[in-house]
């Protein structure tokens, strides 16, 4: 399994401003993705951040509103950019294991980011 | 249509029930199946996971994978009010590919 801590775990923000989001692993990974999830709803993915590339986002997220940082197997950073009320949400870190050659994969995600914008 | 369907709930048991939480998926590429049990205000958190066709069971909870039929389920016997969550499905075809949820079934289990 994995262990990941995320900071903040909330933050109150204002309109117009900028938060960024720290995702730390307690093991190395490959495959690190950022999600949102807002409230009472299921998961969207916003983006892929694999170390060594640059990130892959999903359709309705770009990289000027979510710019991503991917320095080490371990960390990563989601920056929620010029915000809106419409960007309150949880937003959550996850990494993929991967076991054996047959590729035996298992997702965790950190515990997440609650996000406010006033 | 979604790749991952789920009934949204909410699901309401007494204390010792057995529950069955279901999804269905649409895309025959799929052969990874995880369970994800989601307490309020926490982070998702991986109950059970399965490959390919098959059962799994894990304490009280089994997971069950119908390839055929393309369902998924998970089952929880003698539910305990510490069962109360959301119960999220997801599923995907293995490699860099994306994770597909559900839209999470939320459960409660009354004393």
């Known amino acids: 399994s994995a262990v990941i801590s995320q900071k903040p775990s909330r933050d109150i923000c204002q309109r117009g401003t900028s938060l960024t989001i720290q995702c730390q692993v307690d093991?190395?990974?490959?495959?690190m993705f950022w999600y949102r999830q807002q409230p009472g709803q299921s998961l969207t993915l916003i983006a892929t951040?694999?170390?060594?590339?640059?990130?892959?986002?999903e359709s309705g997220f770009v990289i000027d509103k979510f710019p991503i940082s991917r320095p080490n197997l371990t960390f990563s950073t989601l920056t929620v950019s010029n915000m809106s009320p419409e960007d309150s949400s949880i937003y959550l870190c996850?990494?993929?294991?991967?076991?054996?050659?047959?590729?035996?994969?298992?997702?965790?995600f950190g515990p997440g980011t609650r996000l406010t914008v006033t | 249509q979604k790749e991952v369907e789920q009934d949204p709930g909410p699901l309401s048991v007494p204390e010792g029930a057995i529950v069955s939480l279901n999804c269905t998926y649409s895309?025959?590429?799929?052969?990874?199946f995880m369970w994800y049990r989601q307490y309020s205000r926490k982070g998702p958190e991986l109950l059970m996971y399965?490959?390919?066709?098959g059962n799994k069971e894990d304490g009280r909870f089994t997971a069950q994978v119908d390839k055929s039929s393309k369902y998924i389920s998970l089952f929880i016997r003698d539910s305990q009010p510490s069962d109360s969550a959301t119960y999220l499905c997801?599923?995907?075809?293995?490699?860099?590919?994306?994770?597909?949820f559900g839209a999470g079934t939320r459960l409660a289990v009354h004393p």
């Open positions: 996850s990494v993929r294991l991967t076991y054996d050659r047959i590729g035996s994969y298992e997702q965790y």
């Open positions: 093991s190395q990974v490959t495959m």
């Open positions: 951040a694999n170390q060594g590339s640059e990130a892959t986002y």
């Open positions: 895309n025959s590429a799929f052969q990874y």
């Open positions: 399965t490959y390919s066709s």
């Open positions: 997801a599923s995907f075809s293995g490699g860099y590919n994306k994770l597909i």
